[in-house]
């Protein structure tokens, strides 16, 4: 038998180069996908978050400003309206409850304090699973 001795092809050898050489760059573009998911999770459970506070702080702050009465007594808000109807705000467990109803969950720490003539209220959310937390303030001036 004659053998041809001008026959191109790939070798053993280069066919597991390529092989390895391609599974690196495989494994760097899932690494770098895998990297940019999971931060932008991270970003959305923090923007939820933070959303879901600023919510609430609003929430309360408009009632406080329409409000005929205002008393501050260990972080409860009671909230007297010029129809005799009164609510309460305060910190259950990890919930802020308007009355009996649950506002928003998942809070860490929810203070309120009469400083003069404003109200200062602080919400602070429970750490995520990064380990983030956000804590939001505002103040409501009151008129005399």
Known sequence: MWVKKDIKGITLVELIIAMTIASIAVAALYSIFSYGLRNFH?????????????????????????????????????????????????????????????????????????????IVLTVESKADMYGHSITLSSEIFIRE
């Open 42 to 118: 991270s970003q959305s459970t923090s923007a939820d978050n933070q959303a879901n506070v600023r919510m609430a702080l609003n929430f309360i702050g408009r009632e406080i400003r329409k409000a005929d009465k205002v008393e501050i007594n260990n972080n409860v808000i009671k909230v007297t309206h010029k129809n005799g109807d009164i609510v309460r705000y305060k910190q259950v467990g990890s919930d802020i409850r308007r009355g009996d109803n649950p506002l928003i969950d998942s809070i860490e720490s929810f203070t309120a304090t009469l400083e003069g003539n404003h």
